[in-house]
């Protein structure tokens, strides 16, 4: 049966905040729009997803390249699209202030979620991790019962260590060197005089494999975790000139043996092949498409 939508404006002005309702048949859809976020809005939410987009991303484009909302809400999941981006990490004041973003949702649209599931994208994964550690840390309501990462640099000094190596590496071009250049500089700016590079990273780093390190995401040690890859090593070679040993695939895979080793009970690595391609049609295995959504939905709920 064809779904037929009544749609309705209307601009709240006091808070700038746009709502949009979609009556159908089966199921009712609130869109409300802020500065900071799109909140989908179930009939009924029993769960809530709360989704950071990758790199300078918006809430609009994460809901163009992982196009969920349906389906989650169909399953009484609404859908918190952040607006929160460019952040390799997230500190505790940050934090702080993103938790309370969070919360201020949950309450004013009364949600009331039996389950809170937070993931990202990229470095919006890293993201999903800190701000998921501090809700748990703090016994906030918006503590999530799981966390998901899709390809996400969790390993901030393998980061910087890939990008050492590209700029050493001869047969890359200026323009392909433009990256890993600002990702080597950026975060030698964030470690302060007289430590050492390892030593700055191991302190805002969601991981760092090489000390073994994973204080930054203990509190998560009994929440559920997912970490979505492709390792699509053809791709990246041809594409970037990476090799497979510098992607995140990689350090993903070590995270999940890693996390093992200590006894951490709910981990899963989800290795995809040829699902990765952007909204455009074109292949990208650094992408929201390699998420089962049905798959994804049913976890959320477990």
Known sequence: MKRIYIIILIVAISCKEKAQFKNGPDNEIVTLTT?????????HTQALLILFPGGGATSKQTKENFNITDKATKNNISVLFMNFNRHFWVDDDTSKDLAKLIEDAINKYDLKPQKIVIGGMSIGGNVALDISD?????NSKAQPQGVFVVDAPIDLFAMYESAQKDLKNKNLTEERLQEPNFIANFLEDQVPDGTSILNGLEKISPIVLKSGNISNINNLSETKLRFYTEPDTLWWQETRGTKFESTNAYILQRTEVLLNKKKWRYVSLIQTEDKGYRADGSKNPHSWSIVDKDDLIKWILE
């Open 35 to 43: 500065e900071d976020y799109v909140l989908e809005k179930a009939d």
């Open 134 to 138: 501090y809700l748990t840390k703090i």
